[in-house]
């Protein structure tokens, strides 16, 4: 028989539950790749331009789409899967494309009108939070304007990606990245003449490409989006999942909490803050768009009985191949930096302050993998206002260490970052555990404390290759690469 939905009518899974581990095995090259082409736009920019004050206007205003792409690949998905798994397939008034396609809208407008009031008030706020000289600040205002119609694109592509993903088309969606940058990179390369200011017409063409991607991955789809303004199911899925959607978004915002304390450093901070973020990002969304995004699709149409148990591989999956890939991009910070950005106008003198905050952000970014499906399961379980306080803390833990840490400038300001991911996985899991089935924790134990004895034991050695011809850097990566196979092997096992 159909389950009954919360939201109502009967439902049939949309597509069929998938074997986590394995399809994220399959599917991490893909994003590998389409993540690293993505990598793209940052190193350009920062070879183009540096970290100046014009790019530091350009960085602040592009806070708000970062995070509303944060909050689309997140809280977006968060509540459009739950809702879309218990709607019916069938093409109507109240089936899933008519759900999505009014999501889809009402994400755009939202963005819009979010947009434009920053836009509207920023010159005030700047004024008073920032350093920023007068011509700055117009310069910021202009960015925030011009960058509507890709706010527009991002917030609706987020709502269409999760139709995508909940049809299985994980390959399809993790292509999107490479669409959407390949045309960037194009569009900048010929508006450079223009400087930063050409850049919004080069996002919002990139966007727009991959927003006709995603409509081609849900074309003659059950989640083709059809035209409906306010479908039956789009108020209860909002009610419901309410919580969830602003929790997710606190725990968003602190990308732009982060770069308004940067703007009370010297001049280029917010670039250089950025960089070291674009470098983190890197690891963290190779596991949204492989390991992440599978689980939670695959969780939402599996019976409760069993999800249990599905969360303990891919909790088990991250303990055994994120610690040996953050233990080299720790000791190899210095190098990576160098490497990717020392050319043009980012010079050497920006590498070292870059590799720090990024030395800072990476302990960090396994405790926000482990608190993301973390999160995910405990919205599966109805805990909404659960996700809403994790939020809440989330961000006045990020805010008020960014105070506390702001004189040890923007390594202090990754630092409080991760100290605050840190905090929100030890909450988020605890409350999970108890409900866990029991499982064979050892082969991840012996990978994260093989690869926090590299790591540790590096820095304890002084050595820190600033080169990737250093061979230092290589001889340290065996250890690396040996935890890592041994992860894959066991994970299969």
Same mark, same amino acid.
């Given at each position: 028989m159909p389950r009954a939905s919360p939201i109502g009518g009967a439902v049939e899974p949309i597509v069929r539950p998938v074997s986590v581990g394995r399809r994220s095995l399959l599917l991490l090259?893909?994003?590998?790749?389409?993540?690293?082409?993505?990598?793209?736009v940052p190193v350009f920019l920062a070879?183009?331009? +540096? @970290?100046s004050t014009d790019m530091d206007a350009f960085y602040y205003a592009i806070g708000i789409p970062t995070f509303l792409l944060v909050v689309g690949t997140s809280a977006v998905g968060s509540v459009l899967v739950p809702a879309l798994a218990r709607v019916p397939t069938e093409r109507g008034a109240d089936g899933a494309g008519a759900l999505l396609g009014g999501a889809s809208m009402l994400a755009g407008a939202a963005a819009v009108v979010l947009g434009g009031a920053l836009a509207a008030v920023l010159p005030p706020i700047l004024r008073a939070t920032s350093d920023f000289d007068a011509g700055t600040v117009d310069?910021?205002?202009?960015f925030c304007a011009a960058l509507l119609p890709f706010l527009w694109c991002v917030a609706v592509g987020s709502a269409l990606r999760a139709g995508v993903e909940l049809q299985g088309r994980f390959a399809w969606s993790a292509l999107s990245p490479m669409v959407r940058t390949s045309v960037l990179l194009v +569009? @900048?390369?010929?508006?450079?003449e223009r400087g930063p200011t050409g850049l919004p017409i080069a996002m919002f063409g990139g966007m727009a490409t991959e927003l006709a991607w995603l409509l081609a991955g849900l074309w003659r789809t059950p989640m083709q989006p059809s035209i409906a303004l306010w479908p039956s199911t789009l108020g209860p899925a909002l009610a419901r999942f309410a919580p969830v959607l602003v929790g997710e978004t606190l725990v968003a915002l602190n990308v732009v909490v982060d770069k308004i304390?940067?703007?009370r450093l010297p001049a280029g901070s917010v670039s250089l803050l950025e960089y070291a973020d674009r470098a983190r990002v890197i690891p963290m969304t190779l596991f949204e768009a492989s390991l992440l995004v599978v689980a939670f699709n695959s969780w939402a149409l599996v019976p409760a009985e069993r999800r249990g148990a599905e969360i303990v591989r891919a909790l088990r999956w991250v303990l055994m191949l994120a610690p040996p890939v953050l233990a080299g991009l720790w000791i190899g910070r210095v190098a990576a930096v160098r490497l990717v950005f020392e050319h043009g106008a980012f010079v050497a003198e920006d590498t070292l302050p870059v590799a720090a905050a990024f030395g800072a952000f990476i302990p960090g970014i396994l405790a926000a993998m482990l608190a993301a499906l973390a999160v995910k399961a405990h919205l599966l379980a109805d805990r909404a206002r659960l996700v809403l306080v994790l939020g809440v803390a989330s961000f006045a833990i990020n805010a008020l260490l960014d105070e506390a840490l702001l004189p040890r400038g923007i390594a202090g300001l990754a630092l409080a970052t991760t100290i605050a991911s840190a905090?929100?996985?030890?909450l988020s899991l605890a409350r999970l555990a108890p409900e866990l089935p029991p499982g064979d924790w050892r082969a991840p134990a012996v990978v994260l404390m093989g690869s926090l004895a590299v790591a540790a034991g590096s820095s304890a050695a002084g050595l820190r290759?600033?080169?990737?011809?250093d061979p230092t850097l290589w001889a340290l990566s065996v250890p690396c690469f040996g935890l890592l196979a041994v992860g894959v092997l066991a994970g299969r096992a």
């Open positions: 090259p893909l994003a590998l790749v389409s993540r690293g082409i993505a990598f793209g070879r183009w331009y +540096g @970290a310069l910021t205002q202009y +569009g @900048a390369a010929l508006l450079r304390f940067a703007a905090v929100i996985a030890s290759p600033d080169s990737i011809a």
